[in-house]
C-alpha cells in the first residue's frame, strides 16, 4: 500500500535549536518525495523536493531509498518556521499526491 | 498573477443537500486537482484533471462525488445527497500540465464545507 507516515503530531523547540521531522514511506516504484508546509492562516505551499536536492529556508531533507525516509532538517530553527509541515509523494512522472498527517512545528522563543 | 481561488470559502448545509465547489486554477495551468482535508489529516487526493478530462478519479470516495472542468479551466466539485462525514476541508490546486517539466502544484484557499 501507498503510504506516507509522519510520526509525530507536534514537534516543539527552541529557536536556535536543531530540528528533525520524520517522515517515512511505502511505495512500490519510483516515487518523487516533497516537503509542503502551511503556515498560519496561508496556503499550503511547495517548500522542497528530492530530485532538486535544494535547501530552502535553511531546511534541507534527504531521500533514504533503504530506510525508506526523507527526513526534513533545520540546523538553527526560527520562530517564523512555526507551521505545518506535510510530507507527499506521488510516482515519478505521475500526478496523484499522497499526503502523511503533518506535523506541527512549534518554535519557542 | 492571481494564485488559485476557491469559492465559497465556507459552506454549511443540512444532511441529504446537493452542494457545489468552484475552483478557479492558475492561468494557464492545465493540470487541476482536488483533494479532501478531514480535521487531523493531510490532504487526500481525491481527482486529477488534465485539460478538460478527468485522468485519475481513483480518490473520488464514492458515486456520489462528481467533478466536472468543462472548458479545461474552472472546476465544480459535486456532492449529492451529503453526509456528516462530507465534512472538510476541500481543496483544489494546479499545476503547469505534463511534458512541460514542471508539475509544482499551487493550492487555493480551499472551501470548508460543514454538513449538519
Known amino acids: 500500500a501507498q503510504r506516507v507516515t509522519q510520526p509525530e503530531k507536534l514537534l516543539s523547540v527552541f529557536k536556535g535549536a536543531p530540528v528533525e521531522l520524520k517522515c517515512n514511506y511505502s511505495y512500490s516504484g519510483s516515487p518523487e518525495l516533497f516537503w509542503y508546509v502551511q503556515y498560519s492562516r496561508q496556503r499550503l505551499q511547495l517548500l522542497l523536493r528530492?530530485?532538486s536536492r535544494e535547501s530552502i529556508k535553511g531546511f534541507t531533507a534527504d531521500l533514504n531509498k533503504g530506510e525508506t525516509s526523507f527526513h526534513l532538517k533545520k540546523p538553527f530553527a526560527q520562530e517564523e518556521d512555526s507551521a505545518m509541515y506535510y510530507c507527499?509523494?506521488?510516482?515519478?512522472?505521475?500526478?496523484?499526491?499522497?499526503f502523511g498527517a503533518g506535523t506541527r512545528l512549534f518554535v519557542k522563543a | 498573477g492571481a494564485g488559485v481561488s476557491q469559492t465559497p470559502s465556507n459552506k454549511v448545509t443540512e444532511k441529504g443537500k446537493y452542494v457545489e465547489l468552484r475552483c478557479d486554477p492558475i492561468s494557464g495551468h492545465t493540470a487541476l486537482y482536488w483533494y479532501r482535508q478531514s480535521l487531523g489529516q493531510g490532504p487526500e487526493f481525491l481527482i486529477y484533471f488534465q485539460g478538460t478530462g478527468a485522468a485519475d478519479d481513483s480518490g473520488l470516495p464514492n458515486d456520489r462525488f462528481f467533478a466536472v472542468r468543462p472548458e479545461g479551466s474552472v472546476s465544480t466539485l459535486k456532492i449529492q445527497r451529503t453526509e456528516r462525514g462530507d465534512s472538510a476541508v476541500y481543496l483544489c490546486?494546479?499545476?503547469?500540465?505534463?511534458?512541460?517539466?514542471?508539475?509544482?502544484?499551487?493550492f487555493g484557499p480551499g472551501t470548508r464545507l460543514t454538513v449538519l
Open positions: 490546486a494546479s499545476s503547469l500540465g505534463p511534458g512541460t517539466g514542471e508539475n509544482t502544484q499551487y
Open positions: 528530492h530530485i
Open positions: 507527499a509523494l506521488k510516482n515519478t512522472g505521475g500526478f496523484k499526491t499522497i
